[in-house]
């Protein structure tokens, strides 16, 4: 079945920056998604890739996609206090599938 | 433009009752999901529609229920409700068949289940 794995807790200093992990198991995953959710709030979709693309950058945001793996890594650079918050990594299985499955989120905590 | 909007924000509930929540999409998606997010867990998936037609479902029980009306908004029903049905219900839309599957959520519905 289908499986997403995060490390539940990271810390880090202000202007550090953060590497948040992620693992899945569906081998036909599409897409992948990064969402942010910050305490009482919705989800916050901050980035996907492809499943053929082993790297995305987007401003502060450079995911990282290992297919052989199964491994997905969202770097934050210049991590602001702004930025803590829970991290939840999702996966879509293949076309005409609109199902995410979640991970448990990380809960980033950003030191001042 | 407005994003996602549901309703009621939080209510609160008691075992045995009935519940109702809706969703607004984005304008100009006809297409909207529902995902359960019970306390420190991700959201789970229960229901996808689009242009008013079930197109996913989740494991759960038959107690919930969905629909999309023709404006696209729709409503999730809960019925004989558990204490473990507490949870924030997120609702989430997106164009429609797309194969990036972007989905925009709503900031959801707190229910809780005394």
């Known amino acids: 079945g289908e499986d997403v794995e995060q490390s539940l807790f990271l810390s880090v200093r202000e202007g550090d920056s953060s590497v948040i992990n992620c693992t899945y198991t569906?081998?036909?995953?599409?897409?992948l998604y990064w969402y942010k959710q910050e305490p009482g709030a919705g989800l916050q979709l901050l980035t996907y890739?492809?499943?053929?693309?082993d790297m995305k950058q987007d401003q502060r945001l450079t995911v990282l996609l290992n297919k052989k793996d199964k491994h997905l890594s969202l770097r934050i650079a210049d991590t602001q206090t702004g930025d803590s918050a829970i991290y939840f990594c999702?996966?879509?299985?293949?076309?005409?599938?609109?199902?995410?499955?979640f991970g448990k989120g990380t809960k980033l905590s950003v030191i001042p | 433009d407005a994003g996602v909007t549901q309703s009621p924000t939080h209510l609160i509930k008691t075992r045995g009752q009935h519940v109702t929540l809706r969703c607004s999409p984005i304008?100009?998606?006809?297409?909207v999901s529902w995902y359960q997010q019970v306390l420190g867990q991700g959201p789970q998936f229960i229901f996808q529609?689009?242009?008013?037609?079930?197109?996913g479902r989740g494991n759960f029980p038959d107690r919930f229920s969905a629909r999309q009306f023709p404006n696209y908004s729709s409503e999730l029903n809960v019925n004989a409700l558990l204490l473990g049905d507490s949870a924030l219900y997120l609702c989430?839309?997106?164009?429609?068949?797309?194969?990036?599957?972007?989905?925009?959520f709503g900031e959801g519905s707190r229910l809780t289940v005394l």
């Open positions: 989430a839309s997106s164009l429609g068949p797309t194969n990036t599957g972007e989905l925009f």
């Open positions: 569906d081998s036909s995953s599409t897409y």
């Open positions: 890739i492809f499943s053929n693309m």
């Open positions: 999702a996966e879509k299985a293949g076309a005409g599938s609109y199902q995410l499955t």
């Open positions: 304008s100009g998606h006809k297409s």
């Open positions: 529609y689009y242009e008013k037609e079930e197109r």
